[in-house]
Each structure stands twice: as C-alpha cells, then as structure tokens.
C-alpha cells in the first residue's frame, strides 16, 4: 500500500504542491517552505527539517504527483551562460572568402561527392558585445537558483548561499576579469539578498573582495531587498528578527519584477534574441554566397 498521508501532514504537501505548480520553473525545498511558513502552516525557521524529512517521504513514495525530481538541487557554482565570443558585425567579405576557401578543400578532400556538396556554415553572434558592459548577477538566496535562471536567462549567475568562501569569491573575480579582457569592456554586478545585517554584511564582503582581486572596473548594484521595496510590497517581517525581511518571503510576481526592473535599468534583456537572428541572417547569406561560387564547381 502506498503512502497516505493524512490531517496537517496532507495540507502541507498538498499546499506545498499548489505553489510547486504555480510557476514556470522549478523551485528548491527551501522555497516551497518559505511560502508555507508566510502562511501560518509552519511557526518557526526551525521547522524546516520537519519540511525536508516530510517531502522526502512523500518523493520516495511518488505521492499524489510528488517524485524525486519534484524540487531542485541547490548548487552553488558559477552558472556561466554560454557565448563563443564571435563579433557581432564580422567583415563579412572575408568570412566569406575564408568559407570558401573552406568548402573547397572539403570538396577536395570528397572530390567523388563534389557535385552534391552544400556548405552548410553556422555564425554564433555573441549578445555581450551588444551590451555596454559585462553584466553578473549574483544573489544570497541560493533557494532562488531556478527562479533567477528563469527570470535573467543570457546573464551569468553567481549564487551565494550564505558568505560565499574565498576560492568561490576569487573564481568569480578572474572570471570576471577574463570576461572583461574578451570584451574590452568593464563589469556590471547585480545583487540580490535578504533585507538583514548579515545580508547587507555578504553584499559588502563579497563586493569588497572580488573588487580587490580582479583587475577590470566593476560596479556593484544592490537591486534588493530595499525598505522601499519591503513596504511597497507588504512583505511580512522575519518574525525571529524583526525588522528585517527576507528574499524568499517574495511571491513570484514580486520577486519577477524587482529582478526584471532592476537588471533592465542597465541590460538589454532583447540582446540574446537580437543576436540570434542576426547569427541566423549572417549564416544564411554566408552559406547562400559560398554555395552560389562553388555551384559550379565538378570534380
């Protein structure tokens, strides 16, 4: 017989469900718990082993909809978004030269297939030369992984999780350092974390530190929590430390537009997008230049 739950045990993971499937990516337990504990079905943060040992059951038991790949795993590495460093404008009279300098000796090296050989050339413009700096988003709610994954796709994130450790800190400073050499431009960090002491005391340690140990400028934003976003938003107070208030607390909507208006102040969320049908346009008149020279080319 299956796991059945049942009473409070039942609304905790039925509830915890309903917020699951709320959003369009996947969260962590951590969050599934905060929103849980803003609405009254948990008393204290400590509470939150009772959370994890209760969704462990019901994902080993793949109860009502619950599986082992229902919450994320928290991580907390760099999560470098890919990009291959192309130009975004290439003189596009020797690309095509050099293509078709290209397709020659590959039809040479299948003189038997030449006459059915088609170039077939894919151009990858990188959206970081569209910006005007090297943009890094880094937050202290390493439960808010997905979330920020979700919501700042074509940016790097840096999660925290807490003081991140010095070889963390430094990775992230020579990568931002390298980034900038290939970019020739300077860096721009956006930060995210809870309105606290110890959220504030992470913001300036880490900016401290990456700024001392990278060569390139950097800017540092705070884009949240602010007091001002706390009470335009009604976000309840940590009831264990009054007077701060915490990242997870944030419904999805909330967290969404803090993320998106902050970022979008200083980043052009359309370059990704912009670059991809420009890496598309590019291919296509390569590949449409190259194929109409060696048309008529026979082995």
Known sequence: MGYEPYGKTKAILDRAME?????????????????????G??????????????????????????????LADDTRSMDIF???????????????????????????YHRDQAENYVHDFEYQVDPNFMQDRFCVVMYEARAMHQQFQYYTRGLTLCPFGGQ???????????????ECEKYQKSALVFFFGDLDDAGFCIFEAGRTDITEWCKSDIEFIRCGL????????GIPENFEHPRSYQWEALSDEQAKEIITQ?????????????????SQEISDYVNQAVNSDIGGFSG
């Open 19 to 39: 917020h699951i499937r709320s959003v369009p990516y996947k969260v962590s337990a951590r969050w599934g718990f905060y929103r849980l504990l803003q609405e």
């Open 41 to 70: 079905f948990y008393s204290k943060k400590s509470d939150y082993q009772k959370f994890i040992s209760l969704t462990s059951r019901a994902r080993k038991s793949w109860y009502d909809g619950w599986t082992p790949e229902t």
């Open 82 to 108: 890919p990009a291959n460093g192309e130009q975004p404008d290439p003189d596009l009279d020797k690309l095509i030269e050099d293509e078709i300098d290209f397709a020659n000796d590959e039809i040479e």
């Open 226 to 233: 602010t007091q001002e976003q706390a009470t335009k938003y």
């Open 164 to 178: 991140p450790s010095i070889p963390y800190k430094w990775a992230i400073a020579k990568y931002i350092e390298q």
């Open 262 to 278: 902050g970022i979008g102040q200083h980043y052009d969320f359309d370059a990704p997008a912009t670059a991809r049908v420009k």
